[in-house]
């Protein structure tokens, strides 16, 4: 079959108006994906999270410390400063018995007792027994004993009578 002229222009026009449409319409089509960054490594989402989870380790850090900083401020402001061996009387002993017996307790607790020394000799076994004291033995026990019987002995009442509650 034979074209005449101007069927060939015409046929031309439309190839190249569809070439056209074709070249100026198929980016503009693409354009919306094509900045689409490729989706991430696993690499990349583990060191993301690791970051995360850095950042917020540091802020709870930061936080703690504050907040520790104000406990112990409140903490120094009411307790008492700590005590030394001089809180007891001076005598041989005396920093035996501030070295062992203060591990648990004050000595505000040996000072106010007044025993006689078969009950502050019995007193080293019920610390032990009752109260996880190391257990005390031999010369070092007599020397507690002694120490605390001197100085903590019975104490008179008032009226210079033996007090039958205290012993
Ligand atoms: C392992 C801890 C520990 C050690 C060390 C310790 N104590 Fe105690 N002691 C205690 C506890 C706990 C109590 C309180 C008992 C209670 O509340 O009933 C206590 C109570 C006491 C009391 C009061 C008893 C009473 O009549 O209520 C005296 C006195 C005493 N201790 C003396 C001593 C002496 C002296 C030493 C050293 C030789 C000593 N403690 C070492 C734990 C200890």
């Known amino acids: 079959m034979s074209l005449l002229p101007l069927e060939k222009a015409a046929l031309g026009a439309i190839c190249a108006l569809g070439l056209l449409v074709l070249a100026t319409d198929i980016p503009s089509r693409r354009a ?3 900045p689409a960054a490729p989706p991430p490594t ?5 060191t993301a999270a690791a970051e995360a989870r850095a950042a917020a380790g ?3 850090a930061a936080r703690a410390t504050v907040a520790g900083r104000e406990e112990e401020a409140r903490l120094a402001a009411v307790q008492n400063p700590p005590e030394t061996a001089e809180a007891l009387p ?9 070295a062992r017996c203060t591990a648990c307790h004050s000595t505000a607790i040996i000072r106010r007792s007044g ?3 078969a009950a502050w000799d019995e007193l080293m076994d ?5 109260h996880g004291m190391p ?9 507690v004993v002694d120490y605390l019987a001197r100085s903590f002995p019975p104490r008179r009442a008032p009226r210079g009578g033996a ?5």
């Open 90 to 98: 001076p005598g041989h002993g005396r920093e035996e018995v501030f």
């Open 135 to 143: 257990p005390l033995e031999g010369p070092d026990r007599a020397l």
């Open 32 to 34: 919306p994906h094509a």
């Open 58 to 60: 540091r802020e709870e």
């Open 163 to 167: 007090n039958p509650f205290l012993n």
């Open 115 to 117: 025993l006689q020394p």
């Open 42 to 46: 696993p690499m990349a989402l583990a």
């Open 126 to 130: 019920w610390m032990t027994e009752k």
